[in-house]
Each structure stands twice: as C-alpha cells, then as structure tokens.
C-alpha cells in the first residue's frame, strides 16, 4: 500500500469519528437506565453460576421399571432356575415403624385418583413399593371386616381357598401378616408366640396349630382390608392363582379364576390390550420378581351401586351362565348421579422368600363420585380420563351405561371450580393421578 493511499484512509477515519461526534449524546437518565440494567444482568448471571458451581450435582434417583430386564447387579435380576422350582431366598423383609398417628376411629382412606388429562395407555403401571407401606388400614377398618366376616359365612369356600400344593406360601403369608401387622399397627395388633391378637375385635390369630382352624387364606382376610391372592409357578413356566380370599371384588368370582393360569385369567375376563401389549411385559416380570421388590400399581373403575362387595347391577353374583348372566348390558343406564360410585384399587405384589409364591393384595376404595368430585381438578381430570378411553376399555368399563350423566355431572363441577378459582384450566397438565 502506498503512502498516499495510508494517509488517505486515516483521513477518511478521522472523518467519521467526528461525524459520529456530532451526533446528539444519549439523555443522562437514559444512559443511568441502560447502566443499572447492565449490572442487573450480569449479577444474576454470577449468582446462577455460583449456584450451579456450589451446588452439588446430584441426580434425583428413578425407580427402576420392573416390566424392563436389567443388566449388571440388580435386586430386578433373576437367578437361572428349572420352572416350577423355587429355591427359599435368606431374605427378611425390613422391620416397619408404627404409622404416625394412626388411629382406627379417625386416619381416613388415602385418597388414591390414578387417572390424569390426555390420552389413556394401556400398561402394567407399576412402581416401586416402600416396605412399611404394604398394607393400608384405616378408618374403614370396621367396616370392611364386618363385610369379610359376613361373605364367610354366607359363602364360605366360593370366596376363600387354597390348594393343598399351596398352603405352605398361605402359611407363609400368615407370618408375614402376624410380624408386619403389630409392627405397623400397635395400637390395633399384638404380636403372640402362636400369632397375634386384634385389639378391636377381640380375635386371637394361631397360625402355629395344625390343623389350622380355618382355611390359611380365610384367616389371612380376617386381619387386613385387602382381598389377597397367591400366584404360583409350574413346570410349563405359567403361574396359577392356587391360593386366594376374593371376598369384595366387585366384579369377578374366585370360583371362576381358581386353578387359571395369569394368561387365562386376563384373558377369559376381557382384559383390554392384554394379547398385544400386557402378556409379554406380565409374563416377564412375574418371572423375575425378587423377593426383596415389591411393587404397587392402582387402577379404577366406575360402579352404578353401592355395594362394594359384588356389583348386583351388572347381574347377580351366582349366576350360572345360561339362565341368568352377568354382565354391563344389564345395568340401568344413565341412573342418577347419586348412584355413580368411584371404585379404586391399590395392588401390591411380592414373592414370598420361602415358598417364592407371587402375592397380591388388593386393597378397595370405594367412594360417592359426588364426593369425589368436590376435590379441586378432580372433575375435569375424570371426566377427560373417561372420555380418553378407547373402544375396547369403555366397553370393558361399562361406559355407554353412565356416561351421559357422569360426563355432564363432572363438566359441571369442574366449570364451577373454574369459576371459584379453585382451579387453573391452563395447569391441567401438572395435574399428579395421586
């Protein structure tokens, strides 16, 4: 470059420094207003990255899916067996802290709502059980087991049974109930050297005599709200229900299912999606299943009556197929909202250490829709929950026979929450099914 050419541009960059000179200056104000901005910014930009820095990177540990296999050392990984073997596992389930404050007169049902906005999914639901919350009791204690006590003596071995290659596992579970039970409830239970006593009814529990006094799975119902099942495995791999006391289902018969295996169970009762999306995932997890992971998954329904024991609107409980049947088609439809009832279940499972049966308890809880409609967001999450069903889950939840006056029902209150402000329409999403 020439000298010339150098000095030419110098000249030209003077120029525009005082052409940029002789434009007018910000106003003071404006440039203290740009100047505290500034600093609010970078503050905040220190402090989230002093934060970030001083914070210790820890992640928030996931319970791990029991319907996936796993690698490397799990409590989920299964020891290589023969099907139809079990070898007893040295394993004794954590001792359980007293409930706070439990009392059987005032601790109410815990409000389980496991239904959510959006579309429905068919999946197995499960999740990982805390070991002092396997059995849930509460002030509805009374009166489930005067329900229990009187569907024994009217029914008797139709709602309570056990093979005989079974009750060693009903045996089992009798244990299981006579240390966990005083443990968790002390104020209800009292632990004996042949069993334990109920403090309320009076009940002395010896599960050490033999015979037995009654059927293992019988007196196994007298002490807990659940019905209870016991699933075992045979030699062609498949688990059989041999052992149970199903005395409040609602809709099923034990009668029916006694001596099924799980795939005939589901099958034979209609279960949604089971063929293409349950079986495998079933089949799999109930063959991995350790005894040192419980697991819990819940699910609902919608009832027409209010007899938790056997749902008499879709039919009578002993029908036998060809004069009488049961069934949704003959339930009234579109009775009063005061007859809808909300029916719940919390289902734990466990395989027993000793003799590796598969329990499951079924805990119900069974409540007026008007009563549940009253918590905030749970009108307008039902009703999208009943709504998003597919055709084969309405027609196996009976929903042609309600939906008209159900639906209305809950658009109603959950447009009355609306306008109270109990609830915002535009936070549905962060809506938890617990």
Known sequence: MTMKKLIKLRVDSLYGCAQRLRQ???????????????????????????????????????????????????KFKTPDRVPGTWIPVAFKRPAAPPYPDWNVQTTKPLPYRPFKYGPYHITMGLRTMKWDEWIELDNQFPKFHADKTRRIEERGAKCCKTAPEAFDGACELLEEFCDYLPQRYPSLFRKTPVGMDNLLTGESFNI????????????ASR??????????????????????????????????????????????????????????GMMNFFRRIQPNAPVLRNNYFMQVDDELAWSHS????????????????????????????FRSERQSLRRLPRSGGVVFTIRTYFHPVVEVAQEPGVPGR???????????????????????????????????????????????????PF
């Open 223 to 280: 002490m807990v709200q659940d019905d209870l099942a016991i699933m075992f495995e045979k030699p062609d791999g498949q688990y059989y229900l041999l052992a149970g006391s199903i005395l409040l289902p609602g809709f099923w018969r034990l009668e029916d299912k006694f001596g099924m295996p799980l795939s005939e169970i589901h099958s034979s009762g209609n279960v949604p999606g089971f063929k293409s999306k349950l079986e495998k």
């Open 382 to 432: 039902l009703a999208s929950a009943v709504r998003s069903w597919g055709d084969d889950v309405a027609k196996y939840k009976g929903r042609e026979r309600y939906q008209d006056v159900l639906l209305e029902y809950l658009d109603n209150k959950h447009k009355e929450q609306l306008e109270k402000g109990l609830i915002v329409d535009e936070a549905r999403e962060g809506m938890v």
């Open 314 to 341: 879709i039919g009578p409980e002993d029908s036998d197929g060809v004069t009488a049947k049961e069934g949704w088609f003959t339930a009234e439809k579109n009775k009063a909202i005061e007859h809808h009832w």
């Open 208 to 219: 050490t005599s033999r015979p037995l006094a009654e059927d293992p799975m019988q007196m």
């Open 24 to 74: 007018p200056a910000l106003p003071q104000p404006l440039v203290f207003m740009y100047f505290l901005l500034a600093c609010i910014i970078v503050g905040w930009l220190a402090y989230a990255a002093y934060k970030r820095l001083a914070t210790p990177n820890i992640a928030r540990p996931r319970s791990p899916d029991p319907e996936k296999r796993t690698s490397g050392s799990s």
